[in-house]
């Protein structure tokens, strides 16, 4: 089995404004440098708001920060009349490698169907973007159809209807353990990646199936070890902990708590 580079993914939310952004990078980046992080073996990645894009970028450029840059959503199109939205050609101009489609904030307060999510997959990928996935079950959904049911389903129809699939990576983030400090158990994250990685195997063969897979939903410094140890989880997608520097670099760290 090829070795997955873990993912470590900070996910601001509508958090920070473009100074805060600068000071939040720079710290961030001088904290995992004064502890030697290797970013080749885990790779570091900041989602910050699209008004700030431009600053992060300029910094990480400026002092060869080795942190990735993603952005939090795009458009489905490439141009024209759609007030409002942000195209994946403005975002790779800016030196965006990675970004975020269908988090369940979107699906829920955006209407965001797995139709729009396919449709930006396909867009993310018309700009050399690497859509990072976001799958998860609610609680409703969780006691009536189970844990694995709902992430595989959103995870098939995202990579459906392709003519050829790009890199992806997909995020199991369960809506209940988003943002309310209840976190799923490292059982059960790696019992749902592994029937997502399962579905992608069946669907699209085995080099696909060797895509990334993150857990996210409450991550911390102190729990981040637990979902990586049996090597099925690939990285984690970091919400409130990735606003702050020594957590967020802590969870980055996650090599000084296990073997890799
Ligand atoms: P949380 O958010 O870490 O604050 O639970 C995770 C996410 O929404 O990506």
């Given at each position: 089995?090829t070795?997955?580079?873990?993912?470590i993914?900070?996910?601001?939310?509508?958090?920070l404004?473009?100074?805060?952004a600068?000071?939040l990078?720079?710290?961030?980046s001088?904290?995992?440098?004064?502890?030697?992080?290797d970013?080749s073996?885990?790779?570091?990645c900041?989602?910050?708001?699209?008004t700030?894009?431009r600053?992060?970028?300029t910094?990480?450029?400026a002092?060869?920060?080795?942190?990735?840059?993603?952005?939090?959503?795009?458009?489905?199109?490439?141009?024209?009349?759609?007030?409002?939205?942000?195209?994946?050609?403005?975002l790779?101009?800016?030196?965006?490698?990675?970004?975020?489609?269908?988090?369940?904030?979107?699906?829920?307060?955006?209407?965001?169907?797995?139709?729009v999510v396919r449709?930006?997959v396909a867009?993310?990928?018309?700009?050399?973007?690497?859509p990072?996935?976001?799958v998860g079950?609610?609680?409703?959904?969780?006691?009536?159809e189970?844990?694995?049911a709902?992430p595989?389903?959103?995870?098939?129809?995202?990579?459906?209807?392709?003519?050829t699939?790009?890199e992806?990576?997909?995020?199991?983030?369960?809506?209940w353990?988003?943002?309310?400090?209840?976190?799923?158990?490292?059982?059960?994250?790696?019992?749902v990646t592994?029937?997502?990685r399962?579905?992608?195997k069946?669907s699209f063969?085995?080099?696909v199936?060797?895509?990334r897979?993150?857990?996210g939903?409450?991550?911390?410094?102190n729990?981040?070890?637990?979902?990586?140890?049996?090597?099925?989880?690939d990285?984690?997608?970091?919400?409130?902990?990735?606003?702050?520097?020594?957590?967020?670099?802590g969870i980055?760290?996650?090599?000084?708590?296990?073997?890799?």
């Open positions: 089995m070795k997955r580079t873990p993912f993914a900070g996910n601001w939310k509508m958090n404004d473009h100074l805060q600068i000071a990078i720079q710290k961030l001088w904290t995992l440098s004064d502890a030697d992080h970013f073996k885990v790779e570091v900041v989602f910050p708001p699209f700030d894009l600053s992060a970028q910094l990480i450029e002092e060869k920060f080795e942190l990735k840059l993603g952005a939090q959503d795009l458009s489905k199109h490439d141009s024209g009349a759609f007030t409002g939205e942000v195209s994946g050609a403005f790779s101009k800016l030196g965006v490698g990675y970004v975020l489609i269908g988090h369940s904030e979107r699906r829920q307060y955006h209407a965001e169907t797995d139709e449709d930006k867009a993310a990928w018309r700009h050399n973007l690497v990072v996935i976001c079950e609610t609680l409703e959904e969780l006691e009536t189970g844990q694995s709902v595989v389903r959103q995870t098939l129809a995202a990579l459906a209807g392709h003519e699939l790009g992806f990576v997909i995020a199991y983030e369960p809506v353990a988003i943002g309310t400090g209840k976190v799923a158990t490292p059982a059960e994250a790696e019992a592994k029937a997502i399962a579905s992608l069946e063969g085995d080099e199936a060797q895509s897979i993150l857990y939903g409450s991550v911390k410094a729990n981040v070890a637990g979902f990586l140890a049996s090597g099925e989880v990285g984690v997608l970091v919400g409130g902990a990735s606003l702050d520097a020594e957590e967020f670099a980055a760290r996650l090599q000084k708590h296990i073997v890799l």
